[in-house]
Nanobody
Framework: QVQLVESGGGLVQAGGSLRLSCAAS??????????MGWYRQVPGNQRELVAR???????DYVDSVKGRFTISRDSAKNTVYLQMNSLKPEDTAVYYC?????????????WGQGTQVTVSS
């Protein structure tokens, strides 16, 4: 089992910044050997992948956040971050941390409880 706990959301004006954190825990689970991702969802829409970081440290981002958001990790703290700069009203969403592992039964996805980000214009 893997537990993910997000924090750092809130209300910010357009152009501002927030840093989201995702603390991971679980038996022998390490963020450094698993792909970690940040997703977001607005009501009525599908959950969207925003950024992810692989075990090898490679990162990729959805086009709409490139140059503004940065995903990073602190393996010692087993925590993943999403630094969000130059926020726009369209970034308003619930942000979720995600990871997945493969077992003999297939892929198992784990999600945090989500943290609300609201960007006012």
């Amino acid at each position: 089992q893997v537990q993910l706990v997000e924090s750092g959301g809130g209300l910010v004006q357009a152009g501002g910044s927030l840093r989201l954190s995702c603390a991971a825990s679980g038996s022998q689970f390490s963020i450094s050997i698993n792909t970690m991702g940040w997703y977001r969802q607005v009501p009525g829409n599908q959950r969207e992948l925003v950024a992810r970081i692989t075990s090898g440290g490679m990162t990729d981002y959805v086009d709409s956040v490139k140059g503004r958001f940065t995903i990073s990790r602190d393996s010692a703290k087993n925590t993943v971050y999403l630094q969000m700069n130059s926020l726009k009203p369209e970034d308003t969403a619930v942000y979720y941390c995600n990871t997945y592992i493969f077992t003999p039964r297939g892929r198992s996805d784990y999600w945090g409880q989500g943290t609300q980000v609201t960007v006012s214009s």
